[in-house]
């Protein structure tokens, strides 16, 4: 069970910041991506000008893409904490459902579903791995009793 983050800032300003980070994340990515992926339909001569333009016109798209769905993920995190109470992995999962269902319902009512279900799946897989890894790598720090001095062992017969 996830224990609370006291060192995070409160839930308005998680938003903000979480907005940020996601929007920069989207915008490093996409400048990679739309990089690459504009210098490869470039021809020869014009490779680093076509990435270039590429970059210009897509990466900022793809890091607001990213800031939209981090700041209404934060959002929804935020109300379901205060809504449930608790602080563990349910609410991340519920706040990737709504998160995704939102984002899709211009799209019907099915595809909101269907996109509710998968961002919902995401995120459970998401915790769970963050569940395995925090075992594994707390099972190192475990307290553990000291070995018996050889005067206290049992004789064995």
């Known amino acids: 069970m996830a224990h609370a983050d006291h060192t995070r800032d409160p839930c308005p300003w998680v ?16 400048t990679i991506w739309h990089g690459i992926k504009g210098a490869r339909n470039s021809p020869r001569g014009d490779r680093f000008v076509g ?20 700041g209404m993920f934060s959002t ?8 449930r109470q608790k602080e563990d992995m349910w609410n991340a999962i519920i706040s990737g459902f709504l998160t995704g269902g939102c984002l899709a319902a211009r799209s019907g009512p099915r595809s909101a579903l269907s996109s ?6 995401l ?33 064995s017969s």
């Open 51 to 70: 990435a270039l333009s590429v970059i210009k016109a897509r990466a900022p798209v793809t890091g607001g893409n990213f800031g939209v769905w981090g």
């Open 116 to 121: 509710a279900i998968a961002c919902g799946i």
């Open 123 to 155: 995120l459970s897989v998401f915790e769970g791995v963050g569940v395995l890894f925090s075992r594994v790598l707390n099972e190192g720090t475990r307290p553990q009793l000291p070995p018996m001095p050889e005067s206290m062992q049992p004789q």
């Open 76 to 83: 929804f995190d935020c109300a379901v904490k205060g809504w």
């Open 15 to 30: 938003i903000l910041s979480d907005f940020g980070s996601a929007f920069s994340m989207g915008a490093i990515g996409g």
